[in-house]
């Protein structure tokens, strides 16, 4: 065994760990454990909870901490009680980088899933400008504690260097991964049109934008279907997503677990990934573009490094408006649905779980020595 792995996240299961959620960040969560067994590490994860223990995987333990309190969007308590239960590690992973603050240990890592404070409604939790001053520093300090600091995207590489110029130097650029041998050729009908949106039903991810672009166009083509295929952040939610959609004979709510969504995009047509912020390289798109789907996206946080507009995707600002308007183009031109698909699934060669680990593998062989 080549050593002890602690990761601390925030959120892997639910406070009561009666729930997972299934979203981006978690599958990272799993194929990351699983990267690290399989180089010889023994893994532990904590996150904040009631104090429950839990099998994440056959021999990998997840611990959760009974440490509330979020000061300045940080959590200070939980990376003291994570340091105070995790003695016998021999190394760290801060599944987020603000994790990292205020203290990390000497041979760590942090991964940046993307920037999550690019939307109006997150400087209402820092009431004046001392608060963002004190944030800005706290966030100084959780870049420059671990060793090396994973980022998913360019987009946070280049905010870090514009805000404090060298410290990028720190941060490799290792973009989220796909398995393109899951996607197998797309079986289409030439009666249908059948548009995805594959994400949790949140307003940031565009929930919101797709349910108003699905009424219209439904109304306005029969022969078009929406189907919305992710988790909702309770059972009550996803009730009320499968209730509105159980009203349109063309509009469908289910959700599925990862290892089924390759056989559910075989059968769609376009992508909905109209992210309006706290986006790193998505899974979700990359799996839309592994299949060979159109994919409508936004130029939000990573997503740029994955579509280029015209390309392999369209951008388009995350607004309903603009939302229908690029779907309702997509519907009837079915040619530029193929070239766009054809060249997203190209594209998604790039982003292969095999180059994924390697870079990687580079990391861990520099900081975990």
Known sequence: MKGNVGILTSYFY???GARIVYSGADRYGLELTRMLLDFGYDVRWWQIGSGWKKKLLPNVDIYSIPAAGVNLQMCPQLN???HEQAMEIDYAIY?????????AMEKSISISHGIFWDYPLYNSDLPDPGAREEWLRRMHVALCGPQKVVSVDTNTI???NATWPGLGQRMEYIPNFVNIDDFQPRRLDPERVRIIFPRRLTELRGLNESVQAAKVLTKKYPNVEFHFVGRGGSDSMEASALKWASGNDRIFYYWQPPHAIPEILRYMDVALIPTKAAEG??????EAMAAGCAVITTPVGGLSDLVIDGYNGLLIKPLPGDLIKAIDYLINNPSERERLGANARQVANAFSMKRWR????AVLSEVFR
């Open 80 to 82: 003291f009680h994570f």
């Open 358 to 361: 390697e870079k990687w593998s």
């Open 14 to 16: 639910d406070f009561d």
């Open 158 to 160: 280049n905010w870090v």
């Open 281 to 286: 390289t998505s899974l979700s798109c990359l």
């Open 95 to 103: 599944f987020v980088t603000w994790l990292a603050y205020p203290q």
